[in-house]
């Protein structure tokens, strides 16, 4: 059984409630980096109490190099580094029997996730993926979808289960933490996250066979919204989007591995007018 794990932008493991816990700059990202590691070896150790052969751990938070290779159990491979074709998915491919989302936040236009956003919150407003409020976990589930992988965990706090309903139906959902505002969360004591994630990955891995795919119907429409006119008009600049308002663009396909690459080169273009 192959598992592919994921260490995600911005991976938000239990206590982290500011952006100097997950950058290196900050002074407590350190202990965000532990935290980190941990939930995601307690994924992996599910992962192979359950079967699990091989797997794959894509750091994907910031710079991408946050986890110590050596400290990964499970004897995983590491797939790191900032530039990636296929950003948060990179690796994934038909041969893998199934998803883990691991340490995932809420989108930005949730009601209430800490440290809420949709892959750069200097650029997106909001992002629909077909009429729906998106984040991270649905986006990313457009490459699961591709190569027909099921996405069976995700775990971080109750607006990201919340949200992932809709596209990934009886996906295992760990709530490690509680969202209060955007700045504040109740979190699980460590050990006791770590041991409902190793449970979930476990109980998710067991049925893997009984899930399907993510649930996105093609053709698929892509509707961003930015911060500002120029980033809609620098979006435009790539075949296949469309402007459809001040600040709105819309990207629709049929093939959703080309929707989302569509979507992470208008994020890469579009971080050269942030302000910072």
């Known amino acids: 059984t192959e598992i592919y794990t994921l260490s995600l932008h911005d991976a938000l493991p239990i206590w982290i409630v500011d952006w100097q816990q997950v950058r290196a700059s900050g002074a407590d990202y350190e202990l965000g980096r532990r935290l980190l590691t941990d939930e995601v ?53 038909g041969t893998f ?14 009601e209430r996730a800490i440290l809420s956003h949709t892959y750069n919150p200097l650029a997106i407003w909001e992002a ?42 009886g996906v295992e959902a760990v709530v490690v933490k509680r969202s209060i505002t955007r700045f504040a969360a109740e979190s699980l004591h460590p050990d006791r996250a770590c041991q409902l994630i190793r449970d979930g990955a476990a109980r998710a891995l067991a049925r893997a066979s009984a899930f399907s795919p993510p649930a996105i119907e093609l053709p ?18 790539i075949r296949g989007v469309e402007r459809a308002g001040v600040r709105v663009v819309t990207i629709t396909d049929d093939d959703p591995l080309r929707l989302y690459r569509t979507f992470v080169t208008v994020i890469a273009l579009t971080r050269s007018i942030v302000e910072r």
């Open 41 to 93: 070896n307690a994924a992996i150790d599910g992962a192979v109490d359950a079967g699990a052969t091989e797997i794959v751990v894509n750091d994907s938070h910031a710079t991408m190099q946050n986890i110590r290779p050596s400290a990964l159990h499970g004897y995983a491979s590491y797939l790191s580094g900032r530039h990636k074709p296929l950003y948060m998915m990179e690796g994934l491919d």
């Open 97 to 110: 029997d199934a998803v883990f989302m691991v340490a995932y936040h809420g989108a930005i236009g949730a």
């Open 128 to 169: 629909r993926l077909n009429g729906v409020a998106v984040g991270e976990s649905a986006l990313n589930a457009l490459v699961a979808l591709h190569h027909r992988v099921p996405v069976v965990l995700i775990t971080g706090d109750d607006a990201t289960a919340e949200e992932s309903q809709p596209f990934l139906p």
């Open 220 to 237: 698929a429409t892509l509707e961003v919204t930015f911060l500002t006119a120029d980033m809609a008009e620098m979006a435009t600049w």
